[in-house]
């Protein structure tokens, strides 16, 4: 009989267990089959799970350190974390919440009239007129500003799905060993202890992953900001805020908040658009060189051709949210293979709560 694993343990193998037969063997195939086609069809719930995960594994990056270092318990360091990013949360809506409302308005009027001055650029030039229609059907006939509106309604049509993701990443937060032996328990005996090590390795580095990227994010958004307010260009606040965030997806984010930036450049005229385009490749450059090196030394390396490929098929598969994803989904796919396919993992397993 096998007796339930003790808290916070992965559910080994009994001392009973007989080597599969070719039956359930048989079996365990067309479950997982069956399972896989199962969460094909329900893709959205697994992509708020990966969310749920992300911010699981931020909530326990921060709390972790204060359990360690204070002597508060990791249930109560978890409750301080979640109040005091509240806290912050509210005081940067307080304090800045006004301006960026007001520049995010002037970005809705302007961008239309910028994205039209560039087509009209474009069709002075040579072959103009092909290039400008080839731009009308890239954008569906409506325009590249009317798909980014169509984004913006998308992301307000999902407000509950996020606050969805935050409550399930708390309660995952809390108690993550509850539902990692959970989901291990659905695995055969002899597979649970190599799943489990696993699971605390994908964990361990999704949240030097998050804490690297907080990084680089934030100071790409405030570099970004100031150097747009120094070259003159319009609602540099906003613009700022939108490249920090579009510094989340790799590789393809930082050329999409750029865009933004440029556009509202050209409402100043073609300078303040160019001195636009040279903060963004200063800022990127100092990224590229200095800050994510200094950040990142501890976090899975992934080539960057395996990135570009994991944006471009989870952009394929699962649409704009898997794009958003592609990060966090790229770490968790890199390291399941590793320590299960490579057998390169860092030892993971380590039952540190």
């Given at each position: 009989m096998?007796?339930p ?5 992965c559910?080994?193998?009994?001392q009973?267990?007989?080597p599969d037969?070719f039956g359930r063997?048989?079996a365990i195939?067309a479950?997982t089959v069956?399972?896989?086609?199962l969460?094909w069809?329900?893709v959205?719930?697994?992509l708020?799970g990966?969310?749920a995960a992300?911010?699981a594994a ?13 002597p508060?318990s990791?249930?109560?360091?978890l409750?301080?974390t979640i109040?005091?990013i ?11 919440g006004?301006?960026?409302a007001v520049?995010a308005r002037?970005l809705e009027?302007?961008?239309?009239q910028?994205?039209d001055r ?5 069709a002075?030039l040579?072959f103009g ?6 731009l ?5 006939g409506q325009g590249?500003?009317s798909?980014l509106t169509?984004?913006v309604?998308?992301?307000?049509d999902?407000?509950?799905?996020v ?5 399930a990443?708390?309660?995952?937060a809390a108690?993550?060993k ?8 659905l695995?055969?005996?002899g597979?649970?202890p ?7 390795d994908?964990g361990r580095?999704?949240?030097?992953w998050?804490l ?6 934030t100071?790409?958004?405030v570099l970004s900001a100031?150097?747009l307010?120094l070259?003159?260009?319009?609602s540099?606040?906003?613009l ?13 984010g ?11 450049g050209?409402?100043?005229g073609?300078q303040?658009?160019g001195w636009?385009i040279?903060v ?14 200094m950040?990142q030394?501890?976090v899975?390396e992934?080539?960057p051709?395996?990135?570009l490929?994991?944006v471009?098929?989870?952009?394929v598969l699962?649409?704009l949210?898997?794009v958003v994803?592609?990060?966090?989904l ?9 320590d ?6 860092d030892?993971?397993?380590r039952?540190?709560?």
């Amino acid at each position: 009989m096998e007796h339930p694993p003790e808290r916070g343990r992965c559910p080994g193998m009994p001392q009973s267990a007989r080597p599969d037969s070719f039956g359930r063997r048989v079996a365990i195939v067309a479950a997982t089959v069956a399972g896989l086609l199962l969460l094909w069809r329900a893709v959205d719930v697994v992509l708020l799970g990966v969310g749920a995960a992300v911010i699981a594994a931020l909530l326990r990056a921060i709390s972790d350190p204060i359990a360690r270092h204070t002597p508060l318990s990791k249930g109560l360091a978890l409750i301080v974390t979640i109040l005091a990013i509240l806290a912050l949360g509210t005081a940067a809506i307080w304090i800045f919440g006004h301006e960026i409302a007001v520049q995010a308005r002037a970005l809705e009027g302007e961008l239309p009239q910028s994205w039209d001055r560039v087509k009209d650029w474009i069709a002075g030039l040579p072959f103009g007129d092909k290039l400008t229609s080839g731009l009308g059907r890239l954008s569906g006939g409506q325009g590249v500003i009317s798909r980014l509106t169509g984004f913006v309604m998308t992301f307000a049509d999902v407000a509950t799905n996020v606050v969805l993701v935050l409550v399930a990443g708390a309660y995952l937060a809390a108690n993550p060993k509850l539902y990692r032996n959970g989901l291990a328990r659905l695995l055969p005996a002899g597979a649970r202890p190599r799943a489990c090590a696993t699971a605390d390795d994908m964990g361990r580095q999704l949240q030097r992953w998050l804490l690297a990227q907080a990084v680089s994010m934030t100071a790409v958004g405030v570099l970004s900001a100031i150097g747009l307010w120094l070259a003159g260009v319009p609602s540099p606040l906003m613009l700022g805020l939108i490249a920090g965030l579009a510094e989340f997806i790799p590789l393809l984010g930082p050329p999409l908040g750029a865009v933004p930036a440029v556009l509202m450049g050209l409402t100043a005229g073609p300078q303040t658009a160019g001195w636009a385009i040279l903060v963004f490749v200063v800022v990127q450059q100092l990224e590229s060189n200095l800050i994510t090196p200094m950040v990142q030394r501890e976090v899975v390396e992934i080539p960057p051709l395996a990135t570009l490929f994991a944006v471009t098929l989870a952009g394929v598969l699962f649409g704009l949210l898997g794009v958003v994803l592609a990060g966090p989904l790229t770490v968790l796919v890199f390291v399941a293979v590793r320590d299960l396919y490579l057998a390169e993992g860092d030892g993971g397993g380590r039952d540190d709560g």
